[in-house]
T-cell receptor, first 109, second 117 residues
Framework: GQNIDQPTEMTATEGAIVQINCTYQ??????LFWYQQHAGEAPTFLSY??LDGLEEKGRFSSFLSRSKGYSYLLLKELQMKDSASYLC??????????WGAGTKLIIKP | SAVISQKPSRDICQRGTSLTIQCQVD?????MFWYRQQPGQSLTLIAT?????????ESGFVIDKFPISRPNLTFSTLTVSNMSPEDSSIYLC??????????????FGPGTRLTVT
């Protein structure tokens, strides 16, 4: 079967750095996405990785290792507004998106 | 990008009744997706709706329970039929857009929060 694993919940301090990990086992791979979802709102696109390495976009960076089936989302200079769920999703060989359950990130002052 | 609206935003319905959720996109898109998301859980794809053809349902979802219409390239409806409390969830409409300089991105509507009593 297809599976995406993320921690259920993480806590971090305002101004600090946090890394949210995602491991996946899918039938084929055509890219990995990270989405942010604030409580009661729809998910919004954050990043996309299809090749190994780090993609940086402002305070957010996303890393991919296809050989290890592993990705992480790195958030720097955390702000209170970063409190949200972060969803990892992988596009499989049929171009279907397989979603992780999401990681709820709690930011404390 | 794509801006998606959904109606209703929330509803409380009685067991055995049906609810139709509307999804409107501000641009023409080929494929529209309907997802369900239960509290604290991942997004579950219900079906993919292409204009001019029957929707394709995922395992565990059937047309009699979740009939879908796709009359044109900017609009779709999902009906939750003969509802039971287990259907209480957030239902999300989604589209894929391919920008000229990047991968397909998935955009979501604000969701419809359904409670069945």
């Amino acid at each position: 079967g297809q599976n995406i694993d993320q921690p259920t919940e993480m806590t971090a301090t305002e101004g600090a750095i946090v890394q949210i990990n995602c491991t996946y086992q899918t039938s084929g791979f055509n890219g990995l996405f990270w989405y942010q979802q604030h409580a009661g709102e729809a998910p919004t696109f954050l990043s996309y990785n299809v090749l190994d390495g780090l993609e940086e976009k402002g305070r957010f960076s996303s890393f991919l290792s296809r050989s290890k089936g592993y990705s992480y989302l790195l958030l720097k200079e955390l702000q209170m507004k970063d409190s949200a769920s972060y969803l990892c999703a992988v596009r499989d060989s049929n171009y279907q998106l397989i979603w992780g359950a999401g990681t709820k990130l709690i930011i404390k002052p | 990008s794509a801006v998606i609206s959904q109606k209703p935003s929330r509803d409380i319905c009685q067991r055995g009744t049906s609810l139709t959720i509307q999804c409107q996109v501000d641009s023409q898109v080929t494929m529209m997706f309907w997802y369900r998301q239960q509290p604290g859980q991942s997004l579950t794809l219900i079906a993919t709706a292409n204009q001019g053809s029957e929707a394709t349902y995922e395992s565990g979802f059937v047309i009699d329970k979740f009939p879908i219409s796709r009359p044109n390239l900017t609009f779709s409806t999902l009906t939750v039929s003969n509802m039971s409390p287990e259907d209480s969830s957030i239902y999300l409409c989604s589209v894929e857009v391919a920008p000229s300089d990047g991968p397909y991105e998935q955009y979501f509507g604000p969701g419809t929060r359904l409670t069945v009593t």
